[in-house]
């Protein structure tokens, strides 16, 4: 498959979880301060987005070490997108609502490079095996 086609599916794969995400963070926006909402949203929809990402985008068997080591494609876009929530509702006066939606689009390029190494990478024998 060639890096174009993991990018579109890459990107479906991202409406997807961001529907998700956000369905979530408004939910418990309810509830919550808006930064607790968004921590607990984006951490609830990190395994759909493996899963996904895994047999959709990049046609590979999900293992457990890459299941560990996609929490760093997350961090990135965690880091990325929560730097971005707390510029725009604290400095730039977004609403709260709307703010994870445009922090979400400057951390798509970064998590995609993140992403595509880590699921890509080949698994390493043990030794002894």
Avoid at 16 to 45: D, E, K, M, V
Avoid at 77 to 84: A, E, I, K, L, Y
């Amino acid at each position: 498959m060639t890096v174009r086609a993991q990018m579109i599916r890459f990107a479906l794969v991202g409406v997807a979880n961001t529907g998700t995400y956000y369905g979530s963070y408004l939910a418990l926006l309810t509830r919550l301060p808006y930064l607790a909402a968004h921590a607990i949203a984006f951490a609830s929809s990190m395994t759909g987005s493996f899963l996904l990402n895994s047999y959709f985008t990049y046609r590979t068997r999900p293992t457990w070490r890459k299941f560990l080591l996609f929490p760093l494609t997350n961090a990135a876009s965690f880091t990325v997108t929560t730097g971005g929530v707390w510029l725009l509702v604290d400095l730039a006066g977004f609403s709260s609502r709307y703010a994870p939606l445009v922090a979400a689009v400057a951390a798509i390029p970064i998590t995609f490079v993140v992403s595509r190494t880590i699921m890509l990478r080949p698994e390493t024998a043990v030794e002894g095996q």
